[in-house]
């Protein structure tokens, strides 16, 4: 263990250390920031536990008692967990929703809520890491490459349609028409997917609704469920579309 130079703030934020683990043999407290495993820096749990699964590790961390930077080096075996919680499974920020979807639960939240009841995240890893549903709107190619690579799976993809034109007008964004391509891509490399339709009278329904279940079910085994949703409206829809 010894001093280290200072190398920024992103990292893993521990909130609690699990006491008889390597996080307290080793002096982990809530406040410290885990910061590089393996002089790698960190962005997210997923790149965590692909390191952490190492025997002979180096981590470089920020105390926050005193804000100075220390780098312990633990031998473990590679199934033994570090021990502690963390604040959230991304590290750096979140990726947020780009969508103008017509029917944004969001949108119609009423006025007061907690402040995170207002966030609309849009992030691959949160689908991978927690369930939550993505529109792939805005997948990088380094980003499906990684989700390839790693296998992260299952993902949960709101579809909403697999008709371009329709999956536009739905979620107001020229890049959501490419969804099929984009499922495609993923399920042939082994991704499996949990697909949603939230569906929207007049507009989603009808042979939109017929075509999107029968391409979906074409995609084979890797399509693992589709739910289809009725969309849900409030009373705090002013400045929204209307529906039929």
């Not at 033994?80 to 969001?106: I, Q, T, W, Y």
């Not at 107001?172 to 569906?199: F, M, Y």
Request: glycine share 8%; hydrophobic share 40%.
């Amino acid at each position: 263990m010894g001093a280290a130079k200072n190398t920024g703030q992103t990292g893993a934020l521990i909130t609690d250390v699990f006491p008889g683990t390597i996080a307290e043999e080793i002096g982990l407290a809530k406040g410290d920031l885990i910061a590089e495993v393996n002089h790698q820096k960190l962005t997210d749990l997923i790149e965590f536990e692909f390191l952490w699964a190492e025997e002979d590790i180096t981590v470089l961390v920020k105390k926050a008692n005193s804000g100075n930077f220390e780098l312990i080096s633990i031998e473990k075996e590679y199934d033994d967990p570090l021990g502690a919680e963390f604040a959230s499974g991304v590290f750096d920020k979140v990726r947020m929703c780009h969508n103008k979807c017509l029917f944004c639960f969001v949108d119609q939240m009423p006025p007061g809520m907690r402040p995170s009841l207002y966030d609309k995240d849009d992030d691959y890893r949160l689908s991978f890491l927690q369930g939550n549903f993505i529109t792939l709107t805005n997948l990088t190619t380094e980003d499906k490459e990684r989700i390839k690579t790693q296998s992260l799976s299952p993902l949960f993809v709101s579809v909403q349609s697999t008709d371009p034109n329709n999956r536009v007008e739905l979620l107001k964004n020229p890049r959501a028409g490419s969804v099929i391509e984009d499922l495609k891509e993923l399920t042939s490399a082994g991704i499996e997917i949990h697909a949603q339709i939230v569906l929207c009278k007049g507009i989603n329904d009808g042979k939109y609704l017929k075509q999107s279940i029968e391409e979906l079910i074409a995609m084979g085994s890797n399509i693992l469920s589709l739910g289809i949703v009725p969309v849900g409206l409030t009373k705090y829809r002013e400045n929204l579309c209307h529906f039929p």
